[in-house]
């Protein structure tokens, strides 16, 4: 093999230590798929490009003689290689350092590939030791439970080589922690996934089902990854996530020792043996737990269409994808039947999602009949009610979609003294609770009305730094994104709602760790949940331009992460049914965007767009 076109590059030769991509002809490096050069040029370790999934990068172990740099280079390249277990990275180490190193521990993300750096030469007798120090700049970290964390700051980590006395080579014995790599190659070697589980404090009002709550991990996407995900569901929730959520798995089911890689049959069909800690679970809770596990494959494929569960030598139960709408919640799983925006007459309005049918007619009840001006507005995940901000910000009333009865007196009434000091845009929650945050200086608050109404209830928000412009809860009810105004910089931040016990009469609630979701904005200017785990943002980078773009809760971005421009955008609204088109509102009325097309004026007048929530 002369040559290997691959993502727009043409690669030829190697050096030794370098990670090389062989496209898959049926398997793996058939005999005449593919031949191993030995010659070329020194390249970087973030040399290689975005494969599709066809194309594995596998390492080259060291050759004899290598000099301490190459040694190094190797054993990095290595690190962004597809072999299971690290294997050709542990041969750049000594025998000692192979079987301590805990590659699984963490993976540093940089926003380069490691530079290396000479450091003072070891203290052996001999000239047998020599130092480097691995340098860069931190985008983020995934920890031993495959949870990414944004991070910021320099990096620098000594490495130390040694000879082996017997064999006179260069081998590593002092290395980080875990795994570093860039950015680019992170990209390559992790895919972002859901795993689910079940929230402890939230039931849908209508069935009484759990309800699902994704929780974002990445795992490496060409090692095994159904494997990956099936163990990482066992494991539980992340740290973050575990105080609201539980598993329906018994304490210590795993996967038998010695299984094998995980994969579905012709049917789509994908099998789970559990050992015997999951053998006498009742049917029930064997349909949560592959539940569970086909929400959570899923996410890493859709052609995953049924899991079975084994423990014990027998079937426990199987569960294909129309039973499990029957044994659980999930948000993405709930299509609205409209979506809504206020007119140039500040009226609610409302055209049939996902029919292709633009017209618009104004919604029944109070809302739609123009008595009351309207700034804001929220409607219930059922559709059946909703909840509105008078036009000058100050009052909060609840209305019927379904019938013409007035509007009553208002829920909740701001003292704030001008229009950007008072109430924010509500939000609906699954069990049918009303979110909105009062911005008054003089008393800033998130509160809470119970079933629409009542005495509002005020959430402590511990760690809260800044005015909350923005609330708007997931579909599973545990999690909520706040726009947060600091300084003249507008985050947007990820809270967990925690449920406590309070007076005996009514819940204490919380949002708590709160974490960004976007820190590489300055400035967040309208918001909408598109997933269940994804957000779509209007905001702009210091310095940059507007953008509407896809970020993950968890803080980092999707692959196809900004979308068509827009400009002036005054709301965003999308669903957390992906299938549903994105619509905006701008100085040029309602917009859509149609898959693969730029956006597209509807309605020359339209001040707010939203989907049920």
């Not at 929220?378 to 009865?405: C, M, P, W």
Request: net charge neutral; proline share 7%; charged share 20%.
């Amino acid at each position: 093999m002369g040559a290997e076109q691959r993502g727009g590059r043409t690669r030829t030769g190697r050096t030794p230590g370098h990670a090389m991509a062989y496209a898959a002809c049926g398997v793996v490096l058939l005999a005449g798929c593919a031949s191993m050069p030995d010659s070329g040029d020194l390249r970087n370790v973030e040399s290689t490009p975005r494969q599709d999934t066809q194309v594995r990068v596998f390492a080259m172990p060291p050759r004899d003689d290598a000099p301490p740099a190459e040694i190094v280079q190797g054993f990095l390249e290595a690190l962004t290689s597809d072999d299971p277990g690290y294997s050709t990275a542990r041969q750049y180490l000594t025998d000692r350092a192979a079987r301590t190193w805990e590659p699984e521990r963490s993976t540093t993300v940089l926003a380069d590939g490691p530079a290396t750096e000479t450091g003072p030469a070891g203290t052996r007798e001999g000239g047998d030791g020599f130092s480097f120090v691995l340098t860069g700049t931190r985008v983020a970290t995934v920890d031993a439970q495959q949870s990414y964390a944004p991070a910021s700051g320099g990096y620098g980590q000594p490495v130390h080589l040694t000879r082996d006395k017997k064999t006179g080579q260069w081998r590593i014995d002092t290395l980080p922690t875990g795994v570093v790599m860039g950015k680019s190659d992170f990209q390559r070697n992790y895919v972002a996934v859901n795993k689910y589980y079940f929230a402890s404090n939230t039931k849908t009002d209508a069935s009484g089902q759990p309800m699902a709550v994704a929780d974002p991990v990445y795992v490496r996407e060409r090692v095994d990854p159904m494997t990956q995900m099936v163990r990482s569901v066992l494991t539980g929730p992340t740290s973050w996530l575990r105080p609201v959520v539980r598993s329906s798995f018994p304490t210590g089911a795993a996967l038998p020792k010695g299984v094998g890689s995980l994969t579905p049959d012709d049917q789509n069909k994908i099998t789970v043996p559990l050992n015997d800690k999951a053998a006498h679970i009742g049917q029930s809770k064997c349909e949560e737990m592959a539940a569970q596990l086909l929400f959570s494959l899923q996410s890493l494929t859709p052609t995953v269409d049924e899991v079975a569960l084994r423990a014990g030598g027998t079937q426990l139960c199987s569960l294909n994808e129309e039973r499990a709408a029957t044994v659980a919640a999930r948000g993405s799983q709930n299509s609205p039947g409209y979506l809504y925006f206020i007119d140039g007459q500040h009226r609610l309005v409302r055209m049939a999602s996902g029919s292709g049918d633009t017209k618009a007619d104004p919604v029944p009840g109070a809302f739609g009949d123009g008595a009351k001006a309207l700034r804001s507005v929220a409607v219930a995940h059922d559709e059946h009610s909703a909840a509105g901000v008078a036009l000058d910000g100050r009052s909060l009333y609840v209305a019927s979609t379904l019938s013409g009865n007035s509007l009553g007196n208002p829920v909740l009434v701001s003292k704030g003294k001008t229009e950007a000091d008072r109430l924010t845009t509500p939000s609906w929650d699954a069990r049918g609770d009303l979110w909105v945050a009062d911005r008054d200086p003089a008393d800033p608050r998130l509160l809470l009305l119970e079933k629409g109404g009542g005495e509002p209830l005020k959430v402590l928000t511990p760690g809260l730094d800044g005015r909350i412009n923005a609330v708007r809860v997931a579909a599973d009810g545990v999690r909520i994104a706040l726009v947060v105004d600091k300084g003249g910089k507008q985050s947007l931040l990820i809270g967990r709602i925690e449920r406590g016990v309070g007076d005996g009469t009514r819940p204490a609630m919380s949002v708590q760790e709160l974490r960004s979701a976007t820190p590489e904005l300055e400035k967040v200017t309208a918001m909408s949940w598109a997933g269940d785990s994804r957000l779509v943002v209007v905001g702009r980078e210091a310095g940059g331009v507007e953008q509407v773009q896809y970020v993950q809760c968890d803080g980092s971005f999707p692959e196809a992460g900004t979308l068509p421009g827009l400009t002036e955008v005054r709301s965003i609204a999308a669903s957390e049914d992906s299938s549903l088109p994105l619509f905006a509102t701008s100085k040029d009325g309602l917009l859509w965007l149609p898959g693969g097309s730029g956006w597209r004026t509807l309605k020359e007048t339209a001040s707010v767009a939203f989907y049920p929530g």
